[in-house]
Protein backbone atom coordinates (compact mmCIF):
# COMPACT_ATOMS: atom_id res chain seq x y z
CA UNK A 1 0.00 0.00 0.00
CA UNK A 2 1.48 3.25 -1.16
CA UNK A 3 2.02 6.10 1.58
CA UNK A 4 0.09 8.99 1.25
CA UNK A 5 1.89 11.78 2.20
CA UNK A 6 0.36 15.39 2.63
CA UNK A 7 1.74 18.87 3.85
CA UNK A 8 0.28 20.75 6.60
CA UNK A 9 -1.54 19.36 9.70
CA UNK A 10 -4.21 16.57 8.87
CA UNK A 11 -6.99 16.10 11.15
CA UNK A 12 -8.75 12.36 9.87
CA UNK A 13 -7.43 8.79 10.78
CA UNK A 14 -6.77 7.43 7.53
CA UNK A 15 -3.12 6.82 8.06
CA UNK A 16 -2.05 9.93 6.48
CA UNK A 17 1.20 11.50 7.37
CA UNK A 18 2.24 15.13 7.98
CA UNK A 19 5.42 16.14 5.75
CA UNK A 20 7.64 18.27 7.71
CA UNK A 21 11.32 19.45 7.07
CA UNK A 22 13.77 18.37 9.67
CA UNK A 23 16.75 19.99 10.08
CA UNK A 24 19.49 17.26 11.30
CA UNK A 25 23.10 19.29 11.18
CA UNK A 26 23.88 15.98 9.63
CA UNK A 27 27.87 15.43 9.27
CA UNK A 28 28.48 14.35 5.85
CA UNK A 29 32.24 14.27 5.90
CA UNK A 30 34.94 14.37 8.53
CA UNK A 31 38.53 14.39 8.81
CA UNK A 32 40.52 13.04 11.50
CA UNK A 33 43.98 13.99 11.65
CA UNK A 34 47.36 13.82 13.85
CA UNK A 35 49.73 16.48 12.91
CA UNK A 36 53.25 16.82 14.04
CA UNK A 37 53.06 20.72 14.52
CA UNK A 38 57.52 21.94 14.27
CA UNK A 39 58.97 24.45 12.78
CA UNK A 40 56.26 27.25 13.91
CA UNK A 41 57.36 31.08 14.30
CA UNK A 42 57.64 31.90 17.92
CA UNK A 43 56.39 35.23 19.10
CA UNK A 44 57.60 36.14 22.24
CA UNK A 45 56.04 38.79 25.03
CA UNK A 46 58.29 42.03 24.25
CA UNK A 47 59.56 41.82 27.86
CA UNK A 48 61.28 38.46 27.21
CA UNK A 49 62.87 40.03 23.47
CA UNK A 50 66.11 41.08 25.39
CA UNK A 51 66.16 38.04 27.26
CA UNK A 52 66.15 35.82 24.18
CA UNK A 53 68.67 37.98 22.36
CA UNK A 54 71.31 37.08 25.11
CA UNK A 55 70.53 33.67 25.43
CA UNK A 56 73.04 30.88 25.00
CA UNK A 57 70.71 27.94 24.10
CA UNK A 58 67.09 27.87 24.05
CA UNK A 59 64.93 24.39 25.10
CA UNK A 60 61.36 23.32 24.43
CA UNK A 61 59.14 23.75 27.35
CA UNK A 62 54.94 23.42 26.98
CA UNK A 63 52.16 24.45 24.79
CA UNK A 64 48.56 25.65 25.57
CA UNK A 65 45.93 25.78 23.42
CA UNK A 66 44.34 29.18 23.69
CA UNK A 67 42.18 28.96 20.66
CA UNK A 68 40.63 27.82 17.47
CA UNK A 69 39.23 30.10 14.48
CA UNK A 70 37.25 28.24 12.21
CA UNK A 71 35.76 29.34 8.63
CA UNK A 72 34.10 27.36 6.63
CA UNK A 73 33.78 28.66 2.78
CA UNK A 74 32.85 26.98 -0.63
CA UNK A 75 34.97 25.42 -2.92
CA UNK A 76 34.31 27.18 -6.34
CA UNK A 77 35.56 24.25 -8.48
CA UNK A 78 33.69 21.44 -7.11
CA UNK A 79 29.93 21.70 -5.98
CA UNK A 80 29.20 20.02 -2.59
CA UNK A 81 32.30 20.11 -1.09
CA UNK A 82 33.64 23.46 1.45
CA UNK A 83 36.84 23.54 2.57
CA UNK A 84 37.39 24.03 6.43
CA UNK A 85 40.09 26.59 7.45
CA UNK A 86 41.16 26.49 11.09
CA UNK A 87 43.98 28.65 13.23
CA UNK A 88 45.59 27.26 16.21
CA UNK A 89 46.80 29.66 18.97
CA UNK A 90 49.19 28.35 21.25
CA UNK A 91 50.77 29.94 24.30
CA UNK A 92 54.13 28.22 24.03
CA UNK A 93 56.53 28.53 27.43
CA UNK A 94 60.42 28.02 26.43
CA UNK A 95 63.64 27.48 29.10
CA UNK A 96 66.42 30.10 27.72
CA UNK A 97 69.44 29.77 28.69
CA UNK A 98 71.90 32.49 29.58
CA UNK A 99 74.75 31.23 31.35
CA UNK A 100 73.62 30.04 34.97
CA UNK A 101 72.30 26.72 35.39
CA UNK A 102 68.76 27.69 35.85
CA UNK A 103 66.97 28.78 33.00
CA UNK A 104 64.47 31.95 32.39
CA UNK A 105 61.15 30.61 31.51
CA UNK A 106 60.21 32.31 28.56
CA UNK A 107 55.79 32.95 26.94
CA UNK A 108 54.92 33.80 23.30
CA UNK A 109 52.67 32.74 20.41
CA UNK A 110 52.75 30.08 18.04
CA UNK A 111 50.50 30.14 15.00
CA UNK A 112 49.09 26.98 13.14
CA UNK A 113 47.08 26.73 10.00
CA UNK A 114 45.56 23.50 8.55
CA UNK A 115 42.94 22.83 5.87
CA UNK A 116 40.41 19.97 5.22
CA UNK A 117 38.04 20.11 2.20
CA UNK A 118 35.27 18.25 3.36
CA UNK A 119 31.55 17.13 1.64
CA UNK A 120 28.82 19.01 2.92
CA UNK A 121 26.28 19.23 0.16
CA UNK A 122 24.63 19.27 -3.62
CA UNK A 123 21.52 20.45 -2.93
CA UNK A 124 20.36 24.28 -3.99
CA UNK A 125 18.89 25.22 -0.86
CA UNK A 126 19.52 28.28 0.46
CA UNK A 127 20.01 27.84 4.12
CA UNK A 128 18.97 30.35 7.00
CA UNK A 129 19.52 30.37 10.76
CA UNK A 130 19.33 32.00 13.88
CA UNK A 131 23.06 31.05 15.36
CA UNK A 132 24.46 34.03 13.63
CA UNK A 133 24.25 38.02 12.68
CA UNK A 134 25.87 39.56 10.46
CA UNK A 135 28.95 41.90 12.15
CA UNK A 136 27.68 40.93 15.90
CA UNK A 137 29.97 38.88 17.82
CA UNK A 138 31.11 35.20 17.36
CA UNK A 139 28.29 33.11 18.80
CA UNK A 140 31.28 30.90 19.87
CA UNK A 141 32.54 33.16 22.18
CA UNK A 142 29.00 34.04 23.57
CA UNK A 143 27.79 32.25 26.88
CA UNK A 144 25.71 29.57 25.39
CA UNK A 145 22.19 29.32 26.84
CA UNK A 146 19.00 26.81 26.06
CA UNK A 147 17.38 28.72 23.54
CA UNK A 148 16.68 26.62 20.37
CA UNK A 149 18.21 27.22 16.92
CA UNK A 150 15.98 28.01 14.06
CA UNK A 151 16.64 26.95 10.53
CA UNK A 152 14.61 27.82 7.47
CA UNK A 153 15.68 26.17 4.10
CA UNK A 154 14.27 27.68 0.63
CA UNK A 155 14.46 26.06 -2.65
CA UNK A 156 13.61 27.81 -5.62
CA UNK A 157 10.75 26.58 -7.91
CA UNK A 158 11.11 24.76 -10.23
Known amino acids: MPEKVMPGPVEDARGI ?3 VCIHTMKIFDQARDKDCVENLRFYPKLKYVD ?3 RAISVKGGEA ?3 HV ?3 VEPVNFNRGFYS ?3 RFFYEVTLQVYLGCPSPVRVKGLCVFDKRAILFGSEGNAKIFSSEMVAGDMDPQAMRQSNTPT ?5 VACI
Open 69 to 71: YVD
Open 84 to 86: VDM
Open 150 to 154: AVVEI
Open 64 to 66: KLL
Open 51 to 53: VIN
Open 17 to 19: REA
